[in-house]
């Protein structure tokens, strides 16, 4: 690795690199795996986990052992009051969808200040907060999942109605672009890498540490709902656990982008691309035919193996 | 080498014994409202079968807190330790096929696999220098993957002897009582070891540790590993109460364990606490939630109440512990 082009060590260029030989690698299996309809097909799954990775990024760029493992969780919650909103009403879907970001946006400020006021590791605040979410997911259902998407979400996600697109890959691409002119170009941006590198050193300089540290888990939530919203467009009915287990991969995403776990380093891109590397491995296994089970497995083991070659920490005594 | 002539990690010592003592306070304070609240509201839990059902049901969410208590104090993390859980009870499940002559090779089984888990985490973390907290996930999704595989799903029967056992009482003591007991005395007995000496210096300051002669990766592997090894024990605890196998059930218990552990006194940083007051955040946590059950609340608010009083339980131990000195 070390003796190659530069360009090769830049970790989105690799994803980038992986995504592109995976599908290639189901192409020469299973014959249609590579067709065009089938990739715009697992781009738009990949879109859900893309969105959601979002709100991830900003977490781990922020530092501090920024971390959300509610994102799944609030994904499911957005989903579940977006689709009782709509029950199937193309009038409802503002209300709908702005109820999800509003709940959304009490459970990431609730996350920031748990993090930033009481000193509670981000781990432990969110992962506390998943089962809060899993308890408010029950008052809110009584246990039955009933929404339904709306038709024009629907279309949205599964028509192919924007220069033969499926809309949501419009919506990802604008969320993308915006996400990263805003950690490129804005002022929140500067101080979001800003606190990731350095705590101290930020707020030596004037940064509002926590401020910016509060926002960025409500961001997360904010985007973790949006995802879950694109899902049950997707899937039209809501579950109990519709995107529960997107926790895990929405992590993986971001380190297969290379942004770093310390925070600080590293950007959307990045995310975006390990979003398309996991579903495209994930649509890999299924159509191999691999067992529930085993598709669980290997999500770990890539996600291991991934950190291993990115992730490591320094030796005590080199 | 004049590192080694150093004395084994003094500084911290004095810190421990500083920070330790606030926090249980406020552990014990939490331990005897929840105690006391809980009896207020159901009377019940002091006769014999109450506290023998009552322990019985702690029992699980106790060992995996004092097994996530030894990884943490070693400056680890393991959000494994359900899913360890998971897998070494279907295993044993699997491998008793509910005969009670196969009992002790189920314990093996379940002790068993739980020390591979922790062997996998030990060298991911230690060897090959992982953040344990993301490294602790993925190894959470192989486990309960793996689990899904011996056992697609819950079901399988449990001999009559473990089940019987643990509903057993020596000397009118309640088994499950004893063995949190046991536990606790357990720890008493090796915390002086040399491994668990070397597992709480290395997580109190690894850099200190390493330069005190004290075996950092080795110390990190052994406590993922002992860690495993009383998960898996866990795992048997959930067959013992549940009397079926489940590939189901980690979930929670990663999260009750770490809660406990903060509940506990112990922080999180690493070399500060001790398994006992995991145990008590077990049961302190485990109490709350039959004080909500005993308030009558509808079911379908149970999940969200156990949620708050979790993070209330967090919040208060944050105020309580020490704040970090750097």
């Known amino acids: 690795m070390s003796r190659v082009v530069p360009i090769l060590k830049d970790p989105v260029v690799v994803a980038a690199l992986i995504a592109v030989l995976l599908i290639a690698i189901g192409g020469i299996l299973r014959p249609g795996f590579a067709s065009p309809d089938q990739i715009v097909d697992m781009l738009r799954v990949a879109s859900f986990l893309g969105i959601i990775a979002i709100g991830q990024t900003i977490v781990v760029l922020s530092g501090g052992e920024g971390i959300d493992l509610s994102v799944g969780t609030v994904a499911t919650l957005g989903a579940i009051l977006a689709s009782r909103t709509m029950a199937g009403d193309d009038a409802m879907i503002v209300p709908g969808v702005l109820l999800a970001l509003g709940v959304a946006a009490l459970i990431g400020l609730a996350n ?67 996400v990263t002119l805003v950690l490129r170009r804005t002022v929140f941006g500067a101080r979001l890498y800003a606190i990731g590198t350095s705590r101290e050193a930020a707020r030596l300089s004037g940064v509002p540490v926590r401020r910016v540290t509060v926002s ?67 649509s890999l296994l299924t159509t191999l035919a691999m067992p529930e089970w085993a598709r669980i497995v290997v999500q770990g083991v890539v996600l291991i193996a991934l950190l291993a070659v990115y992730g490591r920490q320094r030796r005590l005594r080199a | 080498m004049t590192a080694a002539t150093q004395a084994p990690p003094a500084p911290t010592v004095v810190d421990r014994v500083r920070s330790v003592r606030v926090a249980s306070w406020a552990t014990a304070a939490l331990l005897v409202v929840a105690v006391v609240a809980a009896i207020a509201l159901q009377p019940n839990l002091l006769t014999p079968y109450g506290v023998a059902s009552t322990f019985a049901t702690f029992l699980p969410l106790v060992l995996v807190a004092v097994a996530q208590a030894i990884v943490v104090i070693g400056g680890g993390l393991d959000l494994s330790a359900g899913a360890i859980v998971a897998l070494s009870s279907v295993v044993a499940v699997q491998v008793m096929r509910g005969e009670d002559g196969l009992a002790a090779v189920g314990l093996a089984a379940a002790v068993g696999t739980g020390v591979a888990c922790g062997m996998l985490n030990g060298l991911v973390v230690s060897r090959l220098r992982l953040q344990p907290l993301i490294a602790t996930f993925a190894s959470a999704s192989i486990f309960s993957g793996l689990a899904l595989l011996v056992l697609p799903t819950p079901g399988g029967t449990v001999p009559a002897i473990l089940t019987g056992t643990f509903r057993q009482a020596i000397a009118t003591v309640p088994m499950s009582v004893l ?37 950092v990766q080795t110390s990190q592997f052994a406590s993922y590993v002992l860690s495993g090894a009383i998960s898996g024990l866990a795992g048997l605890a959930v067959l013992g109460n549940a009397g079926s196998g489940d590939p189901f059930i980690g979930g929670d218990l990663a999260l009750g364990s770490v809660a406990a552990v903060v509940v506990g006194g112990i922080a999180l940083r690493g070399g500060i606490g001790s398994p006992i007051g995991a145990i008590a955040g077990a049961i302190i946590l485990a109490l709350s939630s039959t004080i909500l059950f005993s308030i009558g609340l509808p079911t379908s608010w149970r999940a969200l109440a156990a949620g708050v009083v979790v993070i209330l339980a967090l919040a208060l131990s944050a105020l309580g512990a020490p704040r970090r000195r750097r």
Do not use: C, E
């Open chain 1, 112 to 178: 920031g200040l748990g993090i930033v006021a009481l000193k509670i590791p981000p781990f432990v605040m969110t992962l506390g907060m998943l089962g809060v979410v899993g308890g408010l997911i029950l008052v809110v259902t009584g246990g039955r999942a009933d929404g339904r998407a709306a038709p024009a979400l629907v279309s949205l996600v599964n028509g192919r109605d924007v220069l033969g697109l499926p809309g949501i890959l419009i919506v990802w691409l604008v969320l993308g672009g915006a």
């Open chain 1, 216 to 282: 960025a888990y409500v961001l997360s939530s904010l985007f973790a709902a949006l995802g879950g919203i694109a899902m049950v467009g997707y899937s039209q009915q809501v579950f109990l656990n519709l995107a529960d287990d997107l926790t895990l991969p929405s992590i993986a995403a971001v380190v297969i982008g290379g942004t770093l776990v310390a925070g600080g380093v590293g950007g959307y891109l990045g995310s975006a691309v390990g979003a398309i590397v996991l579903t495209v491995l994930t």
């Open chain 2, 179 to 215: 063995l949190v007991v046991a536990v606790a005395l357990g720890w008493l007995v090796l915390r002086r070891t040399r491994v668990l000496r070397h597992i709480r210096a290395t997580g109190g300051d690894p850099a200190a540790a390493y330069a005190s002669l004290v075996p």
